[in-house]
């Protein structure tokens, strides 16, 4: 897959080194040069150039690449213009990063396909996590859709996953199972990413469920009780 990012501050800098470590190719680009040669030898390309000019971006071969990151949160005025940019390049995908609900409201509306707010997206995670002790991790997948890895009850212990019947009981998938298993001197993380009817469920284990958020809201309040 090939990414553009487009602003290279904190936020920019480390969704370049996670999706570059991560197996993409990415195009780094900032008007600051500082901020490009500071992941020059994690990018593919790491160029400066002005994100809202739109041959300047057709010069480097931004309108090919997948999907397009405009990481400039505090810059709003910018973001407008590179989101509007990337746009009328003919971009699949845009996903803009936003201050607040209002920013991502008006980002959306020229043009943006997912905007992302993580301030409000980490305070939701910390909430949940707090509120649910069992919480370990918690994705969204879609709007009213989330992944959640759960550390399950002691009463599910030994048991397979055809006998809990997640998906009949809750309507939620399972869809990884984490273990940590001794291997000679050391412990080691295990994960099942696609667990079968016949896998037994241990203690210690960290499932990622699947399903609609009520759903999952349930179960984790069932795994915490």
Do not use: C, W
Request: proline share 2%.
């Amino acid at each position: 897959m090939k990414v553009a990012v487009i602003g290279l501050g904190e936020f920019g800098k480390s969704l370049v080194l996670d999706l570059a470590r991560g197996g993409a190719e990415v195009i780094a680009v900032d008007i600051d040069m500082a901020a490009v040669e500071d992941v020059r030898d994690e990018a593919t390309l790491a160029v400066r150039l002005d994100g809202t000019d739109e041959k300047d971006l057709r010069a480097q071969g931004i309108e090919k690449v997948d999907a397009l990151v405009v990481a400039m949160g505090h810059a709003f005025e910018r973001a407008i213009m590179v989101t509007v940019a990337a746009k009328r390049l003919g971009i699949r995908r845009i996903v803009a990063r936003a201050m607040n609900d209002a920013h991502a409201r008006v980002l959306q509306a020229v043009g943006a396909d997912m905007v992302v707010v993580p301030l409000r997206d980490a305070a939701e995670s910390l909430t949940r996590r707090i509120l649910t002790p069992s919480i370990r991790n918690y994705f969204d997948l879609a709007d009213g859709v989330s992944i959640v890895e759960v550390a399950v009850p002691a009463r599910f212990h030994q048991k397979k996953l055809r006998e809990l019947d997640l998906r009949g009981r809750h309507r939620l998938n399972v869809v990884a199972i984490r273990r940590m298993e001794r291997d000679g001197a050391k412990v080691v993380e295990r994960v099942n990413p696609i667990p079968g009817g016949d896998e037994e469920i241990l203690e210690g284990d960290v499932v990622a469920i699947a399903g609609y958020d009520r759903d999952v809201a349930e179960f984790t309040r069932l795994a915490s009780g």
